[in-house]
């Protein structure tokens, strides 16, 4: 079976490698380098921030994240000689209102990597000595992780680029599907180029909205901003990732600390604005004052595929037999990603599905939007 995949970000590059494990053939079209928009701008948490303030079908996905991406890294890593950096450093949640919900919330949802405890200042302090004196205690998450994702995008993209039955178009936009009698037949690329597979993978994240007019049907998919900082301390020298306000700090192992993030809704503008990152750095100082003494060595923005309620569209497109959507995880596409390839994977491939599919489907909202 031939699929052809539009969109070269986490989503459109975990689906290539699930459809690959099941004997397909790829083909792989990315509007411009594979892996360099929101996949590659964001911080990596392999849960969402603040699970219990997200619908079930988010965590359904998400929960399976971080063992998923460590049995790629086992296949992927000797082969691309790239390690994913998945690093256990557990989180603090400074969010006092959030306190009870998190404390309960793997017990309710049965989900022992979100078992969490309240520290004391003491014990917060022994955790994480470099946390503001202001914060008297925390919500800890021992057992969550970060992934680091340029390394990450960088070994799929290795690993895909050297197999036998995987074909790479970069920097090729597609402009249109070649529609007949409810079957994709082609591809048309904006060289006048056409493509022909067995199924059709829509996997362009913000952009998805684009393909609204031509498949007859509303497709609710925004592009929202968000802004990071980077700052670079010694090795290991931030033990957690911390939460407060829904900023975040994400400690690398070679001790770069991710810091962010904001959230606009400025359409597809990509470039950071100097107040936003003074905001950024601000909430990133009141949580670890010590930061002060680090530089800045990189800032950046990135456009997440906003959807309603973050539920993203996985499944068959309505009124086409053979195309199939991928796209609109929002704030937490990095962490579903995984869980959402396999899924489409079973719905493309006929196999049993791993969780409930109907969450998922395009038809939710789709359906109902269809244009005449």
């Given amino acids: ?19 690959l494990e099941h004997n397909c053939t790829i083909t792989l079209f990315d509007q411009q380098q594979a892996g360099k928009a929101a996949s590659w701008a964001g911080g990596g948490i392999l849960s969402p921030m603040y699970p219990w303030r997200y619908p079930k079908a988010v965590n359904d996905l998400a929960q399976y ?15 691309t000689g790239i390690d994913f950096e998945i690093h256990d450093t557990g989180m603090l949640i400074f969010d006092q209102e959030d306190f009870e919900m998190g404390l309960s919330y793997a017990e309710q949802t049965r989900q022992p990597m979100q078992q969490a405890k309240i520290l004391d200042q003491t014990h917060l302090k022994q955790i994480n000595p470099h946390i503001s004196d202001q914060f008297k205690q925390a919500l800890h998450f021992p057992h969550l992780s970060n992934i680091r994702n340029p390394r990450l995008l960088k070994s799929i993209l290795i690993y895909l680029k050297q197999h036998p039955k995987v074909q790479f178009f970069e920097n ?7 529609i007949q009698h409810s079957q994709i037949q082609s591809l048309k690329a904006q060289n006048g180029q056409h493509f022909q597979a067995d199924h059709y993978v829509i996997a362009t994240g913000s952009w998805s909205a684009h393909w609204s007019a031509q498949l007859k ?3 609710p998919v925004k592009p929202i901003q968000g802004q990071m900082l980077l700052f670079k301390t ?6 957690t990732m911390c939460m407060n306000r829904v900023m975040y700090l994400i400690p690398r192992t070679d001790g770069h600390v991710v810091c962010g993030s904001s959230m606009q809704d400025l359409g597809f503008e990509h470039r950071p604005s100097l107040k936003t990152q003074q905001d950024i750095y601000q909430a990133s100082i009141e949580l670890v004052p010590d930061l ?26 309505p009124n086409f037999k ?7 995880h929002f704030r937490n ?17 006929e196999h049993a599905h791993t969780v409930d599919a109907q969450a998922y489907s395009p038809l939710r909202h789709f359906q109902a939007n269809t244009a005449e």
């Avoid at 090729?172 to 070649?178: G, K, L, M, R």
């Fill in 292 to 317: 002060e003494q680090f530089p800045i060595v990189k800032q950046w923005a990135g456009l997440r595929p906003s959807s309603p309620e973050g539920i993203p569209y996985i499944g068959q497109m």
């Fill in 234 to 239: 010694p090795e290991q020298w931030l033990p």
């Fill in 217 to 219: 049907c509303s497709i």
């Fill in 65 to 79: 994240g971080k063992a998923l991406y460590q049995q790629w890294n086992a296949k992927l890593q000797p082969i």
């Fill in 333 to 349: 596409g990095l962490c579903m990603a995984p869980a959402s390839a396999v899924l489409l994977r079973e719905l493309i491939c």
């Fill in 322 to 328: 053979n195309l199939w959507a991928n796209f609109g």
């Fill in 172 to 178: 090729t936009w597609i402009d249109q599907f070649e």
């Fill in 1 to 19: 079976m031939h699929i052809a995949i539009v969109g070269c970000g986490i989503n459109g590059l975990l689906t290539a490698l699930e459809l």
